[in-house]
């Protein structure tokens, strides 16, 4: 049973581009959330997708956006890259139903802006 | 504004002895806490959670404690193993349900000498 994967594990990008990152959650999970990991910070919330819809959102710009797709799998996408964007961008799943809120996580997608 | 605190940045043990992690918060929502452990180059894994309806929670060498009053939980790991080296973050949930975020604190090097 694979569990949560995404991809790519690294990319680098220059100020002002856009990027997208793709994950697929774990088997059976219907709930997909983002997060933002800067160097020596926790994860931060950037949003939720659930039945292709956002549910929740954290505090970051407009420039960060999402899409959930028919078989739960999940994009994040970001436009005008700035330098601090540049962090592990992970992605966690879950089912809606489930009464303990654990997420799993993926690997992570390491973000480099220059 | 911080709502889950580690305060202690690293913590380094002997193998076979105690460790001990802490946590504070400052949201009177949060129902529901997590530890997860993070190794360099993978994503979080979930350790061990409780619910504010509890104040322990033991699975095998890990045991969280739970002080509502204080707004404090502990992690605690007998004994520590070398395995047990990793960066642990203490996460916190406003529902018991999946579909709501985590709030994560800073991290906790861990560092089990052999």
């Known amino acids: 049973d694979a569990g949560v994967t995404q991809s790519p594990t690294h990319l680098i990008k220059t100020r002002g581009q856009q990027v997208t990152l793709r994950c697929s959650p774990k088997?059976?999970?219907?709930?997909v959330s983002w997060y933002q990991q800067a160097l020596g910070q926790g994860p931060q919330f950037i949003f939720q997708?659930?039945?292709?819809?956002?549910?929740q959102r954290g505090n970051f710009p407009d420039r960060f956006s999402g899409h959930q797709f028919p078989n739960y799998s999940s994009e994040l996408n970001v436009n005008a890259l700035l330098l601090g964007d540049s962090a592990l961008y992970l992605c966690?799943?879950?089912?809606?139903?489930?009464?303990?809120?654990?997420?799993?996580f993926g690997q992570g997608t390491r973000l480099t802006v220059v | 504004d911080q709502q889950v605190k580690q305060n202690s940045p690293s913590l380094s043990v002997q193998e076979g002895r105690i460790s001990i992690l802490n946590c504070d918060y400052t949201?009177?929502?949060?129902?529901?806490f997590l530890w997860y452990k993070k190794y360099p180059a993978e994503g979080p894994t979930f350790l061990i959670s409780?619910?504010?309806?509890?104040d322990k929670n033991e699975d095998g060498r890990f045991t969280v404690f739970l002080n509502k009053s204080a707004k404090h939980l502990s992690l605690h790991i007998v004994p520590s193993q070398p395995g047990d080296s990793a960066v642990y973050f203490c996460?916190?949930?406003?529902?018991?349900?999946?579909?709501?975020?985590?709030?994560f604190g800073k991290g906790t090097l861990l560092t089990v000498n052999p």
């Open positions: 966690a799943s879950s089912f809606t139903w489930d009464s303990s809120p654990e997420a799993f």
């Open positions: 088997s059976g999970h219907d709930t």
């Open positions: 997708y659930y039945e292709e819809e956002e549910r």
């Open positions: 949201n009177s929502m949060f129902d529901y």
């Open positions: 409780i619910s504010s309806i509890k």
């Open positions: 996460a916190a949930s406003a529902s018991g349900g999946s579909n709501y975020k985590l709030t």
